[in-house]
């Protein structure tokens, strides 16, 4: 027994000094045991939370609900008279009233996790808090930004009406020239605008660099005598794409200098596809959707062709179009499918012909009687979610197409004029609407923007833009704002205060910049301090200073008088030019002297010249004293009494 206790107190002095030299170093809770856990408690904890959870959720809504059909009531009998809408105002508040504080109660459940203690307010006290607070607004204005209950139920009803996010109530108008503007780009950001036309001209516009004067800030030729058909922005925004009139395709940056220029074909081969560039006029061009370095062109040789910036001596692709009897057909509108995978062209026989993007033999899908035969498609375009396709026709017609059933068109518009080869349509951010434009003779009305719904296909809304055609129709996605180019040189901006972001907004806030006066230039002033005083220049004035002591000096502000226009007047006669010819007809026609006999004319001048000689008369003074004259002859006056046909020929 003694031994056994002399172990155990061994032990424990071990196990003493263990836990000792455990605590020092830091392992002493290694030594605990594990923690249990009862799964099953657990789960039946987390199932009971997550059922009265889900019924707080739907009690919320039934009460959304009802609050919903009660504000509908009110709606309905507010125009009822005053005091049936007073007592109507007061008999949902109080029912209004319970959901809010059981709603406030479940949030303050959520977040404390613990019952509610105590009984509950009456329903009374917050439905006379609440008209209190409807009658009575303490303390500072609302900000502009916030929005009631109200509000957002208008707000939804607006959403579900596409025509109230039509961005016209406001609008400014862009002065590109007198011709018609052909082509509208604009950058993804929407900063920066760019328009072109057949005056040749392309114009630089920055919204946020303007001021209400709206003027463009870079104007240039870049294909000289050609016009412009397409500009379109990178998907990145640093270059632009330039379609002209000519065969060769021009690739700008944002400042417009010329960054590279498609090659021209040959145009004696027969088989386009063994060229390296078009041979005839571009009608048409687009950037891919998604690759920042391809692009695409049709052209009037028959080819559809993409193209690759890094490399402008040849083409990447060439895609081309087929009639039913297999000859070449003239593309007159291309365009990339929202994903890149397809390129479709309308074609001048009226076919729309697509094609996947890596097979360039045969079409994928193929519609032989798009639109009427020889009405030149302008414009092809894909809707955001890529299974509809828009066609602009030159037979005046608006068609969509199922990408899934090709044959025939979901829905047509028909009445719609198009006078232009490059008329526009596209579809709206949302995907609701389908807009293009219409063009009128001039003197015959009004150019419209029209909007189409897009599953009904109904005419929602119309826009009257100018007194002259619609030509180009852009709705940015990202700016909410329309821009439209017409047939009399106006780009004009659609844009609401409210419903869209930067772009037009930013430039209509800036006051116009006033006009410096041209200063006039002075001469330049050595300064010299050490110079003696009468070789020290006079302290050179301020320009100010010197234009008001110019103004005082008669000389110097002498205004010179304008050229004469018409008949002469206080002594001036109209100037008929600067030249040495000009002067001497001016004299010749002042001189009025009549000159028909010359005999008359000499003898005029024979009494001053015997009394005054001075060229001929004194050299002959000693030798002929007296002039002799020669005697008329006979032979003369015989020979002028021969006939016609005896004189001599000379």
């Avoid at 509610?116 to 009374?124: E, M, R, S, V």
């Avoid at 139920?153 to 862009?174: F, G, M, S």
């Avoid at 760019?194 to 392309?202: L, Q, S």
Wanted: charged share 30%.
């Amino acid at each position: 027994m003694e031994q056994q206790g002399e172990d155990q107190d061994q032990t424990s002095g071990t196990a003493g000094n263990d836990a000792d030299m455990a605590s020092v170093m830091g392992f002493s809770g290694f030594g605990k045991k594990a923690r249990t856990f009862d799964l099953d408690a657990i789960f039946e904890q987390t199932r009971r939370t997550a059922i009265e959870r889900s019924q707080k959720v739907t009690e919320q809504r039934e009460m959304k609900d009802a609050e919903k059909q009660k504000r509908a009531l009110m709606r309905g009998d507010s125009h009822a008279d005053k005091a049936s809408v007073s007592g109507g105002k007061g008999r949902p508040a109080t029912s209004s009233s319970r959901p809010q504080c059981d709603s406030s109660s479940s949030d303050s459940e959520d977040d404390s996790e613990d019952e509610l203690i105590g009984p509950p307010p009456p329903g009374q006290l917050s439905s006379r808090r609440a008209a209190e607070e409807d009658e009575e607004f303490v303390g500072p204005p609302l900000p502009p930004g916030y929005k009631d209950s109200d509000d957002d139920d208008e707000e939804e009803e607006d959403d579900d009406n596409p025509v109230k996010r039509i961005p016209d109530t406001h609008e400014i108008t862009l002065q590109h020239g007198t011709k018609t503007v052909s082509a509208l780009g604009l950058d993804p950001s929407g900063a920066r605008l760019v328009t072109g036309g057949y005056d040749y001209d392309v114009k630089f516009w920055d919204f946020a660099g303007m001021d209400s004067a709206l003027q463009a800030f870079r104007c240039l030729q870049p294909c000289e005598c050609h016009q412009i058909r397409s500009l379109q922005y990178s998907i990145t925004g640093d270059v632009i794409l330039v379609v002209s009139g000519n065969s060769q395709a021009k690739i700008l940056d944002r400042d417009g200098f010329q960054v590279i220029e498609c090659v021209k074909g040959d145009q004696y081969i027969v088989d386009m596809a063994n060229t390296k560039g078009h041979t005839a006029m571009l009608n048409g061009g687009c950037w891919h959707p998604k690759i920042k370095e391809e692009f695409l062109t049709c052209s009037n040789d028959g080819t559809v062709r993409t193209w690759d910036v890094t490399n402008e001596k040849k083409h990447k692709n060439v895609f081309k179009p087929r009639s039913m009897q297999g000859k070449r057909v003239i593309p007159t509108c291309c365009t990339y499918s929202r994903d890149g995978k397809l390129i479709a062209a309308g074609c001048q026989d009226g076919t729309i012909q697509i094609w996947d993007r890596n097979l360039s033999v045969h079409t994928k899908f193929h519609c032989r009687q798009a639109h009427v035969p020889g009405s030149d498609p302008s414009c092809l375009t894909f809707s955001y979610d890529g299974t509809v396709l828009a066609s602009r026709g030159g037979d005046d017609t608006l068609k969509t197409w199922d990408m899934r059933n090709f044959k025939k068109p979901l829905n047509v518009a028909t009445g719609l004029s198009s006078f232009f080869p490059m008329t526009d349509c596209c579809f709206s951010p949302d995907d609701k609407l389908l807009m293009t434009g219409t063009s009128v003779k001039k003197g015959a009305g009004n150019g419209t923007l029209v909007f189409f719904d897009r599953l009904t296909f109904q005419k929602v809304y119309e826009i009257d833009v100018a007194s002259s055609s619609v030509v180009r129709c852009l709705w940015h996605p990202k700016l909410n704002q329309i821009m439209v180019g017409t047939g009399n040189g106006l780009a004009k901006v659609y844009y609401d205060p409210i419903k869209s972001q930067r772009g037009a907004k930013l430039c209509v806030v800036k006051s116009q910049r006033k006009e410096k006066q041209a200063e006039t230039l002075t001469q330049d002033y050595i300064i010299t301090p050490h110079a003696l005083p009468m070789f020290r220049e006079a302290r050179q004035r301020s320009t100010r200073k010197q234009l008001e002591k110019d103004r005082l000096d008669p000389m110097k502000s002498h205004k010179p008088e304008p050229p004469v226009s018409g008949p002469g007047r206080g002594g001036r006669v109209a100037m008929h030019g600067g030249t040495l010819s000009s002067f001497i007809v001016k004299n010749i026609a002042l001189d009025k002297t009549d000159d028909s006999n010359p005999r008359e004319a000499i003898l005029r001048h024979a009494k001053e010249a015997s009394e005054n000689p001075y060229w001929v008369a004194p050299a002959y003074t000693r030798t002929q004293p007296e002039p002799v004259f020669a005697e008329e002859e006979l032979d003369d006056e015989e020979a002028d009494k021969e006939p016609e046909w005896k004189k001599r020929k000379i």
